[in-house]
């Protein structure tokens, strides 16, 4: 089954990547690695899933703000590789921010759906290592950010 199969089984639809909006590249290939940079989580309507989780927002809220990141992780792992999600070898890793109180606690439980995702998408090369970090804040006050590493 090819990945673009599995997402429409899965009823994930992938947005357009989006440029950058700063001095940074949104993704770097150097030989078979695919760095991806921090991505928010922004729906496809537009809409990013902005506050402190333990403050202004649930775990649960969270944990849609991190499938919402990997959604756009994919997007740019998509526009990385001309479209073809099938010359992904291996999901490396993946960093999650979360934007927390200080006394929050569940900062993996927040990132955990961001590797269940990439786990059902890819199988067994989607199994990665992870770290889940707590901040006090996240550039345009978004919930989460994650970054990735993928071998392609």
Same mark, same amino acid.
């Given at each position: 089954?090819?990945?673009?199969n599995?997402?429409?089984?899965?009823?994930i639809?992938?947005?357009n990547?989006p440029d950058?909006?700063?001095?940074?590249?949104?993704?770097k *290939?150097?030989n078979?690695?695919?760095? $991806?940079?921090?991505?928010?989580?922004i729906s496809? @309507?537009g !809409?990013m899933?902005k506050?402190?989780?333990?403050?202004?927002?649930?775990?649960?809220?969270?944990?849609?703000?991190s499938k919402?990141c990997v959604?756009?992780?994919?997007a740019q792992?998509?526009?990385?590789?001309?479209?073809?999600?099938? *010359?992904v070898?291996n999901?490396?890793k $993946?960093?999650g921010f979360?934007?927390?109180?200080? @006394?929050? !606690?569940?900062?993996?439980?927040?990132?955990?759906?961001?590797?269940?995702?990439?786990?059902t998408v890819?199988?067994v090369?989607?199994k990665?290592?992870?770290?889940a970090?707590?901040?006090?804040?996240?550039?345009?006050?978004?919930?989460?950010?994650?970054?990735a590493?993928?071998?392609i």
């Amino acid at each position: 089954m090819t990945i673009e199969n599995k997402l429409k089984e899965l009823n994930i639809e992938l947005p357009n990547a989006p440029d950058p909006v700063g001095a940074y590249a949104a993704f770097k *290939k150097i030989n078979n690695l695919l760095f $991806i940079s921090g991505q928010l989580p922004i729906s496809s @309507d537009g !809409k990013m899933v902005k506050g402190k989780i333990g403050k202004d927002l649930t775990l649960e809220d969270g944990q849609k703000a991190s499938k919402l990141c990997v959604i756009n992780i994919l997007a740019q792992v998509k526009k990385a590789l001309s479209g073809d999600l099938n *010359k992904v070898k291996n999901c490396i890793k $993946i960093t999650g921010f979360v934007n927390s109180t200080d @006394d929050f !606690k569940d900062q993996p439980k927040v990132i955990n759906p961001a590797s269940e995702t990439l786990s059902t998408v890819f199988g067994v090369n989607g199994k990665h290592t992870r770290a889940a970090i707590s901040t006090n804040s996240l550039p345009l006050g978004a919930a989460v950010e994650i970054d990735a590493i993928f071998e392609i």
